[in-house]
C-alpha cells in the first residue's frame, strides 16, 4: 500500500514563489526506490508533466516551462518530495499533482507513474 498527499499549495501573486510537499507513506517498496515525479493539470487542459526524480537524486529534465524557475528535491529521510517555484505566473494556475514509479523515471513525455497523489491547488493571481 502506497499513498501519496502533497501539500503546500494555495493562492500567490505573480512572481512569488511556492514550495509543495509530497508526502509517501508505504507499506511496500521503500520510498527511496521509487523515482518521483511532478505533474499539473490547468482547468481544461490535459495534465502535463513538469519533472521526475529519479532514486539516485538526479532529474532528467524539466518541462520547459518549468525550466529555470522549478526544482524538485526530494529527502529521503522524510519520506518526502518537493517542488521549488519562484517567479510564478499566471499560467502556472493548476492543480499540482505527485507520482510515484517504482526504480526509475519513465521515459521523456510518459506519464506511466504507478501512484498518483489527489492534487493541490495552486493559484497565482493578483
Known amino acids: 500500500q502506497t499513498q501519496l498527499v502533497e501539500s503546500g499549495g494555495g493562492l500567490v501573486q505573480p512572481g512569488g514563489s511556492l514550495t509543495l510537499s509530497c508526502l509517501v507513506s508505504t507499506t511496500t517498496v521503500d520510498f527511496e526506490w521509487y523515482a518521483m515525479g511532478w505533474f499539473r493539470q490547468a482547468p481544461g487542459k490535459e495534465r502535463e508533466g513538469i519533472t521526475c526524480?529519479?532514486?539516485?537524486?538526479?532529474?532528467?529534465a524539466y518541462a520547459d516551462f518549468a525550466k529555470g524557475r522549478f526544482t524538485v528535491s526530494r529527502d529521503n529521510a522524510k519520506n518526502t518530495v518537493y517542488l521549488h517555484m519562484n517567479n510564478l505566473k499566471p499560467e502556472d494556475t493548476a492543480a499540482y499533482y505527485c507520482?510515484?514509479?517504482?526504480?526509475?523515471?519513465?521515459?521523456?513525455?510518459?506519464?506511466?507513474?504507478?501512484?498518483w497523489g489527489e492534487g493541490t491547488q495552486v493559484t497565482v493571481s493578483s
Open positions: 526524480i529519479e532514486t539516485s537524486g538526479d532529474t532528467p
Open positions: 507520482a510515484a514509479r517504482t526504480y526509475y523515471c519513465p521515459s521523456a513525455g510518459n506519464m506511466d507513474m504507478h501512484y
